[in-house]
């Protein structure tokens, strides 16, 4: 079986390497990254440098890439790339013989955009923070009042994110382009949650965690039945195809208020196999062998993050370089 890794530098492309290796397929990879100093690209099988996804070329070198190596299954390890595997999705399928594990472009949307994910979950009847846009800053004060959190419509691993106190810090960090919220509880009543979805979410996994530097650090997983039963309550709404994300703050009175949501596996998916959720395994079963998604049983587990390292010579990264895709 030959699946491919977009990405490969990535956390998240690196997280989907490490759940593929620890599954139970034995699986040929193929990694594909614009960069030659990309992780991704010395573990893998095989590997290719590509452009970047904005580059006007990138489909261009994608369709060679599919058309050389026909993976049978392809994963996402990049946000900016989502939209154009979406876009590209059922033809690329048709034309290579192979699956992409990619939501629509409307679910991709919403989790992109902060606003359009706030607008989500209020049409939908989840409860999430306030929010406004820049210019309805003083609504927004009287009904919560400060703290409020600061951060772009479209960002991640919290880049941007300021927790504001007073009129002048709000000044200094409010941009055109930001979004306006509540603060919703504490960092430590912060949680992270999976979903696997085909038509009707087959599996959930929650997670309390603690941050650094906007990762995941240390995940403390459990059963947590009531907050898994929202989490496949809001992916049935959500309807991503295969995997989703959830982020919530929970409340003092036990209220789930989820303030992001991400279209694609999640940077915890290789903590979250530690505790019996696999989801690349189960995604594959799925699509290649017609196995249905069925809940496993989470363990209890405590995950903690560290870092490692992966030593290559400088002629391995010029060989790369001279390889360049395009």
Same mark, same amino acid.
């Given at each position: 079986m030959k699946a491919l890794i977009t990405g490969g530098g990535s956390l998240l492309g690196q997280g989907i390497f490490r759940a593929l290796r620890a599954s139970k397929f034995k699986t040929h990879i193929v990694a594909v990254d614009p960069s030659p100093l990309s992780v991704g690209l010395y573990w893998a099988d095989s590997a290719h440098l590509v452009p970047l996804a904005k580059a006007p070329n990138y489909v261009e070198? *994608? +369709? &060679? #890439?599919?058309?050389? &190596? +026909?993976?049978?299954? #392809?994963? *996402?390890?990049?946000? #900016?790339?989502?939209? *154009?595997?979406a876009r590209y999705r059922h033809e690329w399928e048709t034309e290579f013989k192979t699956h992409i594990v990619v939501s629509s472009s409307e679910v991709i949307g919403i989790a992109d955009d902060k606003w359009k994910t706030y607008l989500f979950l209020k049409e939908n009847g989840f409860p999430c923070p306030d929010s406004v846009l820049p210019g309805d800053e003083e609504a927004l004060l009287e009904r919560v009042g400060f703290p409020l959190v600061v951060k772009p419509r479209v960002g991640a691993r919290s880049v941007g994110v300021h927790v504001v106190r007073n009129r002048e810090q709000l000044a200094r960090v409010l941009t055109p382009e930001a979004i306006l919220q509540e603060c919703v509880a504490t960092d430590a009543d912060e949680y992270t949650a999976g979903s696997l979805t085909f038509g009707d979410c087959r599996a959930t996994i929650v997670m309390r965690r603690i941050l650094r530097d906007g990762n995941t650090y240390t995940a403390f997983a459990e059963e947590y039945p009531e907050l898994n039963a929202t989490v496949r309550a809001l992916s049935n709404a959500l309807q991503a195809y295969g995997p989703a994300n959830f982020q919530f703050r929970l409340t003092a009175t036990g209220e789930v208020k989820v303030f992001e949501i991400?279209? +694609?596996f999640s940077g915890t998916t290789p903590l979250r196999a530690h505790a019996g959720f696999n989801e690349v395994e189960m995604v594959i079963s799925y699509l290649l062998e017609g196995k249905l998604v069925e809940q496993p049983a989470i363990q209890p587990t405590v995950i903690l993050r560290h870092w490692s390292e992966t030593a290559v010579s400088p002629e391995q990264v010029a060989n790369f370089s001279s390889k360049r895709s395009g």
């Open positions: 070198c *994608i +369709r &060679e #890439v599919l058309h050389q &190596e +026909r993976p049978d299954i #392809v994963f *996402i390890g990049t946000d #900016v790339e989502l939209e *154009i595997f991400n279209g +694609r």
